[in-house]
């Protein structure tokens, strides 16, 4: 079991950078995938980022490409937080930001995978 608690969306203009955070608990956190995905009105859940473990102190990190240059996801075990720093918002990134945890296979980008969610925290970019 897994629980996950998202943080940090706001309202922001386009052009500026928000940081989101992820507090798991419940389990082993430094070997879980934890992704970050998002959710627009009317629109199907997407995938952002992810971050996989890749044995002793290695990690891999992936991105969608429309996050790729701006977005970096990252991790800090021993808070058992994984991040999600957004750079150069644009009004597209606007949606639900939601954080889930071990995906199976690891680092898989697709929703149906996941097994465990976060509520959501709102990010919404104005322009």
């Known amino acids: 079991q897994v629980q996950l608690v998202e943080s940090g969306g706001e309202l922001v203009q386009a052009g500026g950078s928000l940081r989101l955070s992820c507090v798991a608990s419940?389990?082993?956190?430094?070997?879980?995938?934890m992704g970050w995905f998002r959710q627009a009105p009317g629109k199907e859940r997407e995938f952002v980022a992810v971050t996989t473990w890749g044995g002793s102190n290695t990690y891999y990190a992936t991105y969608a490409d429309s996050v790729k240059g701006r977005f970096t996801i990252s991790r800090d075990n021993a808070k058992n937080t994984v991040y999600l720093q957004m750079n150069s918002l644009k009004a597209e990134d606007t949606g639900v930001y939601y954080c889930?945890?071990?995906?199976?296979?690891?680092?898989?980008?697709?929703?149906?995978?996941?097994?465990?969610w976060g509520q959501g925290t709102q990010v919404t970019v104005s322009s």
């Open positions: 419940g389990r082993t956190f430094s070997s879980l995938s």
């Open positions: 889930a945890a071990d995906g199976l296979p690891s680092g898989s980008r697709d929703v149906s995978r996941y097994r465990y």
